[in-house]
């Protein structure tokens, strides 16, 4: 008999014995309880002792390695039943397991961002007292991807499986897949046309899909009609509960094999050493003190036009990021001062934010596989409400949630990595990572006269920051997923409708340093066989959106360039040569030998517009920031740079002062540049008087003047600080409207009325 069949015979209803929670008790007095005993002791369910973890370490080391290789080997697995190459390539799913209350107790490797968004997930069913209705039982089926409940945005689609054992709830199993389409307003899985949550796409808030181990009809037949691409979502669903199961079926194995105490009392502890190790690992590892890194992006919208006009505006966003590192080595993350959310798709919930500062840990502080929700335990956040990163709007979008999330999380890793080199850990030291953008995002009729839809994830592979002793990695990065992977050409062109001209090195697009960032990459797609594909672009294009490490230089912005009604196929007939990439936007064989519409700019986020057969886009992905004076890179380096297209020759004087084939002449240079430097500076008494005159004068763009009006007007003590450190007026602020800061203000009035 099958160890399935085995376990099922041990498992007897609920109702049975009360509450489906230990000793009869509901899940939700279990997780109350939880949270009691963290308020009252600072310990994971107040426990003082490891027992089980010091009279038999080897014992405990086994329970884990056993669960965590379950969760592994059920994402190796599964993803096999996927179809999609987001899933399958790319591996953007994981696993993970949780304690009943819904706290992490190990993980697979992938998308790691959603082992924290899920168990949000778990939680928010177990305070809404599913149990009682719609019912927590054996072999019961659940979904969610409600940011507002716990996710990043609807297209991370979350299948959550609840274990039990005799009757009694000891666990969940959890996964999620990133969709390729989500059946948003906008083709693609981070839509640019929602403003609000009503055109996000499939909408699944933590709901019951299905029982005895079977999805209900009704949901699997919704799914089908929800987005642009049933059949990859109905395999991604079958990929999400095959995995979960798997993960259930390594949880029955060991509980039968060390029995159902050692399983609860090591959940207990493995959280509770997770929280200590991480507790350890900042004591160790990061100087205490308050660590600032302001971070700001553009959401360029005003061209628009088919937007309705209060979301048809240019709005720039905000993070004043303040990371602390306490006495007591708990990290804390405040982003007090934030600017609003807006009638766009790049707001955040908090649970997208905590999801990410989980990825971010597990790439610096904690860079193994011992990791779980004790992390979260030891970590502080502020996400004010109202602001993007806490939208608490029940009608605005998340769509692309990423948007401005990546580029203030700048903040986090600057900041830790002053941290770490103030310690001397200067190995782990890490300048902020590249935007994942350009997105290849649209849909249409494809090149087999089918409906479809497409994000091409060659975006998980942008430029890695640059490092105190090495450069950044190039185009092998992203900083939601440890394990980024471009996938390939080939599969990508197996569904979508344009072909690879050419994909390679972008030069330039590296943040200079002595240690440079990580270069971006670029690809010339072909519109292929198809009659209307609608084509968006994602990105920054006229602001840097991030800042290197000591004198390293931001990553490049990002421009547009696509042709359409092209003379492509002349060149072709007529066997003359044609562009297959775009190294030099100043000197560009595609704006030379392609005729056509071009749209040439720096537009580089934009709503869907039509391409066809034989139209050009050229995807351009992003590079990171460097680490140092450009002036400190060895000669050699730079001219590897040159040489290997990572660098335009142009640049290797203006920027680095290298001449090349000339140490001496290089040396000269550099001491000149430097000389230079010197005489463009001014004291910083003088530009803080020039500055605060700017603010005073309100000598800025509209954008610039609404945000700060927005930071000032929904944060007392960043106002404050605004015009202490500013010398401004105690009442100073800008005189712009902020409509969206109102609607928050109404809205809170509003739940106070309700209740
Ligand atoms: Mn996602």
């Avoid at 569904?495 to 050419?502: D, S």
């Avoid at 203006?654 to 000149?672: H, L, Q």
Wanted: include cysteine.
């Amino acid at each position: 008999m099958a160890i399935v069949d085995r376990t099922r015979e041990l498992e007897r209803l609920a109702e049975e014995r009360g509450g489906i929670g230990w000793g009869g008790r509901s899940a939700r007095e279990m997780l109350a309880e939880s949270e009691r005993l963290f308020a009252e002791t600072g310990r994971y369910f107040g426990i003082e002792e490891l027992e089980l973890k010091r009279n038999d370490p080897i014992r405990f080391e086994k329970l884990f390695s056993r669960l965590r290789g379950g969760l592994v080997s059920a994402r190796e697995t599964a993803l096999n039943i996927s179809a999609s190459p987001i899933v399958k390539e790319i591996g953007e799913l994981s696993f993970a397991l949780y304690t009943p209350e819904g706290d992490s107790v190990a993980l697979s490797t992938g998308i790691i961002v959603h082992v924290h968004t899920m168990s949000d997930a778990i939680k928010y069913m177990i305070r809404q007292g599913y149990e009682d209705n719609p019912g927590i039982a054996p072999r019961d089926i659940f979904t969610n991807n409600d940011a507002m409940i716990g996710d990043v945005h609807n297209a991370d689609v979350q299948t959550i499986v609840p274990i039990f054992w005799e009757g009694e709830l000891v666990g969940w199993a959890a996964g999620v897949t990133h969709e390729i389409d989500i059946g948003a307003k906008t083709p693609g899985s981070v839509p640019v046309g929602p403003i609000s949550r009503f055109e996000d796409g499939i909408d699944l808030p933590a709901k019951k899909i299905g029982s005895d181990d079977e999805l209900w009809r009704d949901h699997v037949l919704a799914g089908l009609k929800g987005t642009r691409t049933p059949m990859y979502w109905t395999l991604d669903e079958k990929t999400r509960i095959a995995g979960c199961h798997m993960v259930r079926e390594a949880v029955e194995r060991v509980i039968l094999e060390e029995g159902v105490e050692a399983y609860k009392q090591f959940i207990r502890e493995v959280i509770e050493d997770g929280r200590r190790s991480f507790q350890s690992r900042v004591r160790e590892m990061l100087i205490p003190g308050r660590y600032r890194a302001p971070a700001f992006t553009e959401n360029a919208f005003a061209k628009e036009e088919q937007l309705p006009s209060y979301a048809r505006v240019d709005t720039m966003m905000h993070a004043p990021v303040e990371i602390r590192v306490t006495r007591d080595a708990k990290l804390e993350m405040d982003y007090e001062g934030a600017s609003s959310w807006g009638y766009h798709s790049s707001n955040c919930t908090p649970s997208a934010m905590q999801g990410a500062v989980w990825v971010q840990l597990t790439q610096t502080l904690i860079p193994n596989d011992k990791v779980n929700d004790g992390a979260y335990l030891g970590l502080n956040t502020n996400f004010p409400p109202g602001t993007w990163t806490n939208h608490s709007n029940p009608q605005a979008s998340t769509g692309i949630a990423w948007a401005f999330l990546i580029p203030s999380f700048m903040g986090f890793i600057k900041s830790v990595s002053r941290a770490l080199q103030a310690r001397g850990f200067v190995e782990e030291v890490l300048a902020p990572y590249g935007l994942t953008s350009n997105a290849f995002q649209g849909g249409g009729i494809d090149q087999y006269g089918r409906q479809s839809a497409t994000t091409n994830f060659g975006l998980s592979c942008v430029g890695g920051g640059g490092k105190m002793i090495l450069d950044g990695l190039d185009y092998a990065a992203a900083m939601w997923n440890p394990e980024g992977d471009m996938g390939d050409m080939e599969m990508w062109e197996l569904i979508e409708p344009f072909l690879y001209i050419g994909q390679r090195v972008k030069p330039n697009t590296a943040g200079p340093g002595r240690h440079r960032g990580g270069s971006g990459y670029e690809a010339l797609r072909l519109a292929w066989k198809t009659p209307f594909y609608e084509m968006q672009n994602i990105g920054n294009g006229r602001m840097f959106i991030q800042t290197g490490l000591w004198g390293g230089y931001p990553a490049a912005t990002g421009y547009r360039h696509n042709v359409r009604n092209t003379n492509f196929f002349e060149l072709v007939e007529r066997r003359e040569p044609y562009p297959t990439h775009e190294p030099d936007p100043a000197d560009s064989e595609l704006a030379r030998m392609i005729e056509g519409e071009r749209q040439f700019d720096l537009e580089t986020t934009t709503l869907p517009e039509v391409m066809r057969q034989g139209d050009l886009y050229l995807c351009c992905f992003r590079g990171a920031a460097g680490v140092g004076d450009p002036l400190e890179r060895p000669y050699e380096s730079v001219m590897a740079d040159v040489e290997g297209g990572y660098l335009l020759p142009r640049y290797a004087e203006s920027v680095y002062g290298v001449k090349p084939g000339d140490v001496a002449k290089t040396d000269a240079r550099r001491a000149e540049m430097r000389e230079e430097r010197g005489r463009r500076a001014v004291p910083v008494r003088e530009w803080m008087r020039s500055e605060r005159q700017r603010i005073l004068d309100g000598d800025m763009i509209e954008p610039i003047k609404v945000m700060y009006a927005e930071s000032i007007r929904l944060s007392e003590s960043w106002a404050r600080e605004f015009r202490e450190f500013w010398d401004l007026p105690e009442d100073f602020d800008f005189d712009v409207p902020t409509p969206t800061v109102e609607l928050t203000k109404a809205l809170r009035e509003q739940e106070a009325t309700i209740g």
